[in-house]
């Protein structure tokens, strides 16, 4: 039986060498969702796949749906990402591996396509450790995994001030219900979310953050997606190398 082709816009979130001549990438389509793929012969640079397969690239391509993994027919440039330096493209790394972890294969979500092309182009003009953590943010609403922080998971008190998060229970805990083993949650971090998941990346204005909230939200968020998935991020590896 031969194999379907279908067409659609992507973004490009890993891509690795296969075997002698190949690469095995994975992608985020506009109207079909996370595509992983083989791209045959696109080691060689003098291919269409070897100059265009590139981490963040958004291309029009052209796959064949196969048993175990699709196979890329051909692709066109729509844009590459404007030129990042280490530490902006450390953190669109973030992004990618969240999302990969975060989305199931073939399973359309149009504004997760859109979220990730809007963080990338604007990952070289803002704080790129903001832009990642509010990508990251949205991703969780989007996904189904977003983190309660309006009120207590286990007595269901409003949020008054600051508080705690439980990883396990996947929310706010209050002081009453605090059992110890919870990290802190202040009032600053708490609103700290709030502005990073309604941040437009079309139109974003500044806000002030403090240094303390952002490092407690950072904790909690790749905690919490850790727990969620299972596995460590190897991105945050490659951040703490670089010192961030």
């Given at each position: 039986?031969?194999?379907?082709?279908?067409?659609?816009?992507?973004?490009?979130?890993?891509?690795?060498?296969?075997?002698?001549?190949?690469?095995?990438?994975?992608?985020?389509?506009?109207?079909?969702?996370?595509?992983?793929?083989?791209?045959?012969?696109?080691?060689?640079?003098?291919?269409?796949?070897?100059?265009?397969?590139?981490?963040?690239?958004?291309?029009?391509?052209?796959?064949?749906?196969?048993?175990?993994?699709?196979?890329?027919?051909?692709?066109?440039?729509?844009?590459?990402?404007?030129?990042?330096?280490?530490?902006?493209?450390a953190y669109a790394s973030v992004i990618a591996?969240?999302?990969?972890?975060?989305?199931?294969?073939?399973?359309?979500?149009?504004?997760?396509?859109?979220?990730?092309?809007?963080?990338?182009?604007?990952?070289?003009?803002?704080?790129?450790?903001?832009?990642?953590?509010?990508?990251?943010?949205?991703?969780?609403?989007?996904?189904?995994?977003?983190?309660?922080?309006?009120?207590?998971?286990?007595?269901?008190?409003?949020?008054?001030?600051?508080?705690?998060?439980?990883?396990?229970?996947?929310?706010?805990?209050?002081?009453?219900?605090?059992?110890?083993e919870e990290l802190p949650f202040s009032s600053?971090?708490?609103?700290?979310?709030?502005?990073?998941?309604?941040?437009?990346?079309?139109?974003?204005?500044?806000?002030?953050?403090?240094?303390?909230?952002?490092?407690?939200?950072?904790?909690?968020?790749?905690?919490?997606?850790?727990?969620?998935?299972?596995?460590?991020?190897?991105?945050?590896?490659?951040?703490?190398?670089?010192?961030?």
């Amino acid at each position: 039986m031969s194999s379907t082709a279908y067409q659609d816009e992507v973004i490009i979130l890993k891509v690795k060498d296969w075997q002698t001549a190949d690469k095995y990438a994975v992608c985020f389509s506009r109207a079909h969702g996370k595509i992983p793929f083989l791209a045959y012969g696109a080691r060689y640079a003098r291919t269409t796949g070897g100059r265009l397969i590139q981490p963040f690239a958004l291309l029009d391509m052209q796959l064949y749906s196969g048993k175990r993994l699709d196979s890329m027919k051909s692709c066109e440039l729509i844009a590459m990402p404007q030129q990042m330096d280490i530490k902006q493209m450390a953190y669109a790394s973030v992004i990618a591996e969240v999302t990969e972890a975060l989305t199931e294969a073939h399973e359309p979500q149009e504004d997760i396509y859109e979220l990730l092309v809007g963080a990338v182009q604007i990952l070289s003009r803002n704080n790129p450790r903001l832009v990642a953590l509010s990508a990251i943010c949205k991703l969780l609403v989007l996904t189904g995994f977003a983190p309660v922080y309006d009120a207590c998971v286990n007595c269901a008190e409003a949020a008054e001030g600051d508080a705690f998060f439980s990883v396990v229970q996947g929310g706010l805990i209050c002081e009453a219900c605090h059992g110890g083993e919870e990290l802190p949650f202040s009032s600053g971090a708490q609103k700290l979310l709030q502005e990073l998941i309604a941040l437009d990346f079309n139109d974003p204005q500044p806000f002030t953050v403090r240094g303390g909230d952002l490092m407690q939200l950072e904790q909690i968020l790749y905690r919490f997606i850790v727990y969620q998935i299972d596995k460590p991020l190897k991105s945050l590896s490659f951040l703490a190398q670089l010192g961030l």
